[in-house]
């Protein structure tokens, strides 16, 4: 497939593969995870190159207006498909919905380009999705066997921390392979952790998800029967914040409006803006697969699994709101 205009352009502008980063999915965590690492990058070295690409070519055009808005000189292009994008950058990082994605994406163009390039074994990739752990060591074993490097990277902290560049990637692969996407990663998050060979980041992120999505449930019900018992929300936040019942889904995600004074979690702005409750179903699911697989029980894990379900299928809308809109959904009953 030809490149595109702008990536034929950049061609021509004497676009350097071995200098040029691509960014492959720009969602509500792909568009800041990029803007930071892109602009940090071109921050340390003037002559950084980048490549954006997703699904939506208008997502990856308004990106692009904007980055040069903010840096007229960087050179930035358009690519209209993962394999333009492996033809351009020695670095790619993806980050996409979920493991369909990922094997269309690696399966079905990069890692057929990388089998063309003879700079296969300059490149390296680093997936941020959250995915199936087998589905990921199988694509990192292709991109292994091509020459080339692969780590697996999910992050912990939400768009709140993509944003921030505070980020927590969790990082599965060989251990000199982590050491060569430490850099790259550190423009995006604030605490970088090795987990252990391919696969690891994502089994630590499904555990981490799994306690993340039982806990939204309960603090969503504990604020709804502190209410009703006539507690005042923030000062019942208060106090389960500064108690042993403190955590992130209560002190920084709290789904109750003023809870949380002088913060913003995203039940101040009607649920927008933050981890959508499709998915978390998503990740509570793939929490549910891999504990069948490995014969490890989950009745809470299976209980919230369900909850969450009852969510989207009931109340659609709340499907694409942050998961703490689950309060909301429970208020209803």
């Not at 780590?151 to 692969?173: E, N, Q, R, Y």
């Not at 109750?256 to 179903?281: H, I, N, Q, W």
């Amino acid at each position: 497939m030809r490149p595109s205009m702008r990536a034929m352009q950049a061609l021509r502008q004497g676009l350097s593969r071995s200098h040029s980063t691509s960014f492959i999915g720009l969602g509500r965590m792909g568009y800041q995870m990029a803007n930071n690492l892109f602009s940090k990058q071109y921050a340390q070295d003037n002559n950084a190159q980048f490549v954006v690409c997703d699904a939506n070519p208008d997502a990856a055009s308004s990106f692009c207006a904007s980055f040069t808005s903010t840096y007229p000189s960087a050179v930035i292009s358009v690519a209209e498909t993962p394999e333009q994008a492996t033809l351009l950058s020695s670095r790619i990082i993806t980050m996409l919905p979920s493991s369909p994605q990922v094997k269309s994406v690696y399966s079905g163009s990069i890692i057929p380009t990388l089998g063309k390039l003879k700079e296969a074994k300059d490149t390296l990739c680093i997936d941020s999705t959250t995915l199936d752990v087998d589905v990921a060591r199988d694509v990192a074993a292709q991109v292994s066997a091509l020459g080339a490097q692969m780590v697996d990277a999910p992050v912990s902290g939400g768009v709140t921390g993509a944003t921030a560049g505070t980020l927590s990637f969790l990082v599965g692969g060989p251990r000199d392979t982590f050491e060569l996407a430490l850099p790259i990663l550190s423009f995006m998050g604030a605490r970088i952790i090795h987990c252990g060979p391919s696969g690891a980041g994502l089994a630590a992120k499904i555990c981490n998800n799994l306690v993340l999505g039982v806990e939204q449930i309960v603090v969503a019900e504990a604020m709804l029967l502190g209410q009703k018992l006539g507690l005042d929300p923030a000062v019942l936040a208060s106090v389960i914040n500064s108690s042993t019942g403190g955590c992130w889904a209560s002190s920084v995600n709290n789904p109750v409006p003023s809870s949380l004074p002088g913060k913003s979690p995203p039940c101040e702005r009607d649920y927008e803006g933050g981890f959508a409750t499709a998915l978390m179903l998503k990740d509570m699911g793939l929490a549910s697969n891999v504990a069948e697989k490995e014969g490890s029980p989950l009745p809470l894990g299976e209980a919230a699994k369900e909850i969450y379900s009852k969510i989207v299928q009931e109340k659609p809308e709340l499907s694409t709101k942050d998961f703490s809109s689950v309060y909301k959904y429970l208020k209803d009953q």
